[in-house]
């Protein structure tokens, strides 16, 4: 189940939202954990009982831990509980990718092949295996306590909101709203309800609408493409890919906005960053801030030297690159990055006008062409045709326009337009809006609901008219 959906968006949601509110507070987390449950098993029944088991063994192995005074049982049980969590990643997610590399290396040396059944990957794992993971190092640094009752804690970790797609949700950062959230007011109801409609307004009018011309283009033959339609192409697979995934997070965030939770914002206007390092503070922020806790900073850091600083930044866009899919296009793209992320530290250090904290607006534009390419590596996930189109965006040696052209219809470049426009001016989208974080009247309500319902049956409308609304994050 998706959250552009009629199944979800007219029946599952409403019913959910009538039965929460019925309640009593205290029974609300036990509806949240049910619909959960029903959530998840509806797009992977065979993988919910893995879900709830590997939860119910880290709830009683974190308590366990945090019990026990001897730091070797306290280690222990720390690594048996993350090695749980990794554990069911790595088979999942990257079983496939070991046999399939193994099996080619086995053909070239002429001894055969192994047999393998493929793995299918469990929707939403790589989230709820780092938000549990932040769970158990938090509790193991003294950062926080465990919970008390089960229940509360497959909760945080399977609430429907943010179990698929994020945003990655720190255990300290929602602890108090679990056991004891506050009154819900009906202002912060309807905020919820407006950042909803729009994360799901980002996702079927502009992400949906530019993403089934991209996969024509990129479906097509890359040696025919001619440099204009290259650019026009990765220029709106970009704009899909934000979209889509900062309108599931805006999704996410008004869903928990109208049960009463406040989950932390996954973007910042990405687009208007004037370096690769400041791309990475306003991109997948709640990634960025799990790999900057749970990895850049037990490797060192930046505490061991200028070089081993960069290897520790490297390494970590290696494992974040592998993280987004178990293919070596994802490998590549987060070296790509990495190599960007340390040349910028190179260069801030020693010549002013590259200081990555206070770079010049001209940079913008730079940056934006490196994350093109670099979001053509992780979109071709076949490296010699990524490696073909790369070329074809610098080839310049056919007519502009002249080949694919014809797969450009005028809704595709309005809503491209429109794209751009929200990607880059902070005024559209802003996630500091202030409708959706302040206390206004009923009255100053009025226009921004209609507004909103407005938004909310054009996009009814529009998923009438497609079945094409798959989330892309949702196989990661």
Not at 278 to 285: A, G, S, V, Y
Request: one cysteine or more.
């Amino acid at each position: 189940m998706i959250f552009s959906s009629h199944i979800f968006l007219l029946y599952f949601l409403p019913l959910f939202l009538v039965v929460y509110f019925l309640v009593p507070s205290k029974g609300r987390n036990l509806v949240l954990l049910l619909a959960s449950i029903v959530f998840y098993a509806w797009g992977a029944p065979d993988f919910i009982l893995i879900l709830l088991a590997s939860t119910v063994a880290n709830c009683y192995l974190v308590k366990a831990m945090h019990r026990t005074d001897r730091p070797a049982a306290k280690r222990l049980l720390c690594a048996s509980a993350i090695l749980i969590s990794l554990g069911l990643l790595a088979y999942f997610k990257y079983a496939n990718f070991f046999v399939d590399n193994a099996n080619a290396l086995l053909s070239a040396l002429g001894l055969g092949t192994m047999t393998w059944t493929k793995v299918l990957l469990p929707i939403g794992i790589s989230f709820f295996t780092f938000q549990s993971i932040t769970y158990v190092v938090d509790t193991y640094r003294g950062v926080n306590t465990p919970m008390q009752r089960l229940t509360d804690y497959v909760v945080y970790i399977i609430m429907f909101p943010q179990l698929i797609a994020g945003p990655i949700v720190r255990y300290t950062d929602i602890a108090d709203q679990i056991t004891a959230r506050r009154r819900l007011r009906w202002d912060e109801c309807l905020q919820g309800f407006y950042r909803f409609v729009i994360g799901l307004s980002k996702k079927v009018l502009i992400a949906d609408v530019i993403g089934r011309t991209v996969d024509v283009a990129l479906g097509g033959d890359l040696a025919a493409m001619d440099t204009g339609t290259a650019w026009v192409t990765i220029t709106a697979y970009t704009m899909q890919l934000y979209f889509d995934f900062s309108g599931y997070s805006d999704m996410a965030i008004g869903l928990g906005r109208i049960m009463g939770f406040r989950f932390p914002e996954n973007f910042d206007n990405p687009y208007n960053s004037a370096s690769i390092t400041e791309f990475w503070r306003r991109w997948h922020i709640t990634l960025g801030a799990f790999m900057r806790n749970y990895l850049y900073i037990p490797l060192g850091g930046n505490r061991h030297g200028t070089a081993r600083t960069y290897f520790n930044l490297w390494v970590v866009f290696l494992l974040s690159g592998l993280w987004h899919g178990a293919s070596w296009n994802f490998v590549l793209w987060g070296a790509y990055h990495g190599f960007f992320l340390v040349v910028e530290r190179i260069l801030s250090r020693h010549i002013p006008l590259f200081d990555t904290k206070r770079r010049h607006p001209l940079f913008v534009l730079p940056t934006f062409i490196i994350l093109l390419v670099g979001w053509a590596i992780f979109r071709i996930e076949d490296l010699p045709s990524c490696w073909l189109f790369i070329q074809r965006l610098f080839a310049f040696d056919k007519p502009i326009f002249n080949s694919q052209c014809s797969i450009f219809n005028s809704q595709f470049y309005v809503t491209l337009v429109v794209a751009l426009l929200f990607a880059f001016c902070k005024l559209f989208f802003n996630s500091q809006f202030s409708i959706l974080n302040s206390h206004y009247s009923p009255k100053a309500h009025i226009p921004v609901w209609l507004v909103a319902c407005l938004l909310f049956f054009f996009c009814l409308g529009a998923l009438t008219a497609t079945d094409f609304s798959p989330f892309i994050y949702f196989r990661f």
